[in-house]
Each structure stands twice: as C-alpha cells, then as structure tokens.
C-alpha cells in the first residue's frame, strides 16, 4: 500500500528554471494538498483540490501552478524557479469527511540556486 | 500572522517520564485539532486529534488535552520512550477539513 507517493525525491535548479512535482494517492481520496515546510516554521498550504476537477489557493500560492490531473494525481508546478522556493514540499491526501486521517508523502526537497 | 503556535521549539525528556508539549492558538473558529509526528527525511505522520467539542482524547501513551477558553492544547507522552525522539507539530483546521494550520514544531529528544 503506497498511500502518498511524491517525485522527484530530491531537485536542484537554476533561478528561472520550470519544474513540476508530481503526487499521487492511490487510498480514492478526494482531496489533496501542497504544503512547504521551511526551517523554524510549521508547513504551510500552498494550493489545495477538493475534489477532483477543483483547485484553490492557500495561504502561499505566489509562485505556483497546480493542476488536479484526476482523482490520483495532483502536481504542483514552478514556472520560474525563484531562491525563495528553496523548500521541503509535501503533498498530503484526506478524504472528504471531517476528522479523517490526513495522509502525507514523504516529502521533495528543491533547492533552487 | 501565525494562528498556531508552539513557543518550545525542543524538550528533553528523560525515558519513561512524561513528555508534555504545548500548542496555543488564536482562531476561535477552529474545530479540530491533530498532532502529527515527523523524522527527519520523512512525511509527517498522524497520532492524535481531538476535535473541539471534547477536552481529552486518549490514544494508548498518547493524549491530548484541549482547554477551549484558553485556547490551548497540549500533548502528553507517558511513558516517553527513546523512538518518540522526533518533531511534533501542532495543526489545526477550521473553515474546510484538510486546510491545516500548523506550528512551528517542538523537536523531542528523549534520553535513556
């Protein structure tokens, strides 16, 4: 069972450079999640899909592309790399009822040079 | 303008004595609260809610406490054991389930 599963593992860019991170669950949760965890501070939701078909912004969306490709499969994308996104970024999957189990993957960590 | 916080940013705990972590918060429409543990290099991984119309919720070691009036939650690890050295982050969820707002975290190191 690989619940949250989340590529490229590790990345390094250049400033200016475009990348996407790819995320899939494979429990038919309904909606999933991007959050940057930065040193000294809690994560942070970046953008997130209730359902599929449906994306909104979070609490730091600047930056940032997403698109909820399907019920599986949510990937968050850079179009142009900036310092500041140097991050751990972890995408996390729930389903739709309240005080169910939120499930993360084990995290990408980008720098962006 | 941070809504979740834990003011400890590291415990030390002796093993087989409690671990006792605190989380503060400030949203008053807040409606469940979870606490999760991470490794480093790993996701985090979930260990215990409560949601706002209970004060206590226990879960094996585990429990956390919710006092509403004075917004504030704690966790308390009995006993604490050597594998529980890691980060716990405090999270809470309001408005839509899943929009977590998190602590800074507290990094646990317990000793023998």
């Known amino acids: 069972n690989a619940g949250v599963t989340q590529t490229p593992k590790f990345q390094v860019l250049k400033t200016g450079q475009s990348m996407t991170l790819q995320c899939a669950q494979d429990?038919?949760?309904?909606?999933m999640y991007w959050y940057r965890q930065d040193p000294g501070m809690g994560l942070r939701l970046i953008y997130y899909s209730a359902s599929e078909g449906t994306t909104d912004k979070g609490e730091v969306p600047n930056g940032y592309n997403v698109s909820r490709l399907n019920k599986r499969e949510f990937s968050l994308r850079l179009e142009s790399a900036a310092p500041s996104q140097t991050s751990v970024y972890f995408c996390?999957?729930?389903?739709?009822?309240?005080?169910?189990?939120?499930?993360f993957g084990e995290g990408s960590w980008l720098t962006v040079v | 303008d941070q809504q979740v916080k834990q003011n400890s940013p590291s415990l030390s705990v002796q093993e087989g004595r409690i671990s006792i972590l605190n989380c503060d918060y400030t949203?008053?429409?807040?409606?469940?609260f979870l606490w999760y543990k991470k490794y480093p290099a790993e996701g985090p991984t979930f260990l215990i809610s409560?949601?706002?119309?209970?004060d206590k919720n226990e879960d094996g070691r585990f429990t956390v406490f919710l006092n509403k009036s004075a917004k504030h939650l704690s966790l308390h690890i009995v006993p604490s054991q050597p594998g529980d050295s890691a980060v716990y982050f405090c999270?809470?969820?309001?408005?839509?389930?899943?929009?977590?707002?998190f602590g800074a975290g507290t990094q646990v190191v317990v000793t023998p």
């Open positions: 429990m038919n949760h309904n909606s």
């Open positions: 949203n008053s429409m807040f409606d469940y």
């Open positions: 999270a809470a969820s309001g408005d839509s389930w899943g929009k977590l707002q």
């Open positions: 996390a999957s729930t389903p739709l009822n309240p005080g169910n189990t939120i499930y």
């Open positions: 409560i949601s706002s119309i209970k």
